[in-house]
């Protein structure tokens, strides 16, 4: 298979970046919220919702603007502390261009599993194919591409929730035609770590809770889900309070979740409180 060049990695992705370029140049949208927005279409292109992209290619550039505000809603959304869900759903213009239901609550409910999935697409796809777009509007225009990229800095990033934007440092012309960094969107969760599939657990004072409990409560609801449980350090006199549990998929964060901050089980009388993990690195 012949190495691949920029000029057909940017043909395999011509409508995306037509669309890219609508937002950034022709709107003069914000550049990394643009970002987000397109690494947003192309994650729910790779679950359930195909060739919504391809479907903007006609539209008017006003119409398309409206369908970005949409999807810069569906981001606010992601934020635990954003609560503006309307029961109409919130989301007219997708839903229609979508030809499928699709709400804001569907992100509060799918936060966790969203944000992995747009973060991977972030960095492993839009930082791929729109970086000499990035260039241009950022004010460094460029008529060839280089081998290796440097550093570029946008504005907009580290963000709060999708961490940082990285142009790899990457010839793409020893890449092959098969190489699936290049090609395929249909896995976005490749980059999950065991930190974005960790829940922090709480046991009331009093109540002392059983590793065999905490198994039994979450594999009877959630089947087979559980990769690694550390229950909290404890002694003979003290109880365990707490406990970390990593789970096998993100989505199953999601589930136990369900648009809520913590979420709360009993047991034998006892009560569990299951939250995401947060590392605190500085700490």
Known sequence: MAPISIEELHTFHIIDREVFFRLVI???????QSLLVMALWLWLESIK????????????????????????????????????????????LTTILMQKKISLQFFRQKRFTAITGIRYVLNNICARIFTDILQYVLGNPSTSYPS????????????????????????????????????????????TTDDDKTMFLTFSKGFPVTEEEVRH?????????????????????EQVLFATMVVNN????????????????????KHIWARKYERRDNI
């Open 148 to 191: 290796h990229y440097r550093p570029m800095i946008v504005p907009g990033f580290p963000h709060p929730l999708f961490g940082t934007f990285t142009i790899p440092i990457l010839n793409f012309e020893e890449l092959d035609l098969l190489d699936p960094r290049i090609w395929i969107k249909m896995h976005p969760y490749d980059g």
């Open 49 to 92: 919702y195909p060739n919504f992209v391809h479907k903007m290619v006609g539209l008017s550039d006003s119409m398309i603007d409206y369908i970005a505000n949409e999807a810069v809603a569906c981001l606010r959304c992601l934020n635990l502390e954003y609560n503006k869900t309307p029961d109409s759903g919130g989301l007219p």
């Open 26 to 32: 022709k709107l003069a949208r914000n550049p990394a």
């Open 217 to 237: 409560i979450f594999t009877s609801l959630y089947g087979d889900c559980i990769k690694i449980l550390n229950m909290g350090i404890g002694n003979m006199s």
């Open 250 to 269: 993100i989505e199953t964060i999601d589930e136990i979740l369900n648009g809520n901050h913590v979420a709360k089980f009993r047991l034998n009388g």
